[in-house]
């Protein structure tokens, strides 16, 4: 017979964040957004609609793009996590930050780490990428403020930088 936790009850849980061994004492049930944001202060994933829908929580995990409001912390132990924090160097912006910022994309801000997970994977992908293939690469980020064109005409602008 195994032995059950109660019902929140917290423990040790080692996860391996941007690089970084890290120990939080957590409920292994507790959404991995929450750990990031109240725990380790990593507060570029948003928590918004703790859904899996808006992909503002997108983190890569083991090189692959999801959405940290569905993946309970005890499943993302031992796991390779990244966060958006992970995409700037030495403070300064990734060069498809600055494709961002030069484009005006930012607005509010809520989607935006989230948005920058997927973008950044995805190029990593699709190098050259068209306007329909980002599109498509965005389907699982909603932002409510941009219109997604500055968006798109940044990341082409990034895409095509000679």
Known sequence: MTAMLPKG???PIALNVNGEDRITLSDPLT???DVLRDAL???GAKAVCREGICGACT?????KPVMSCLVPVGIAAGH????AEALSG???PSPLQR???DHDVVQCGMCFPGMMVT????LEHTPEPTREEIKAALVGNICRCTGYERLIDAVLAFAHRD
């Open 9 to 11: 009850a917290a423990m």
């Open 31 to 33: 959404p991995l957004v």
């Open 41 to 43: 202060f990593l507060t």
């Open 59 to 63: 983190v890569m995990m083991d090189g």
């Open 80 to 83: 390779d996590i990244r966060t």
């Open 90 to 92: 030495e403070g300064e």
């Open 99 to 101: 494709a961002m910022l």
């Open 119 to 122: 973008l950044t994977d995805f």
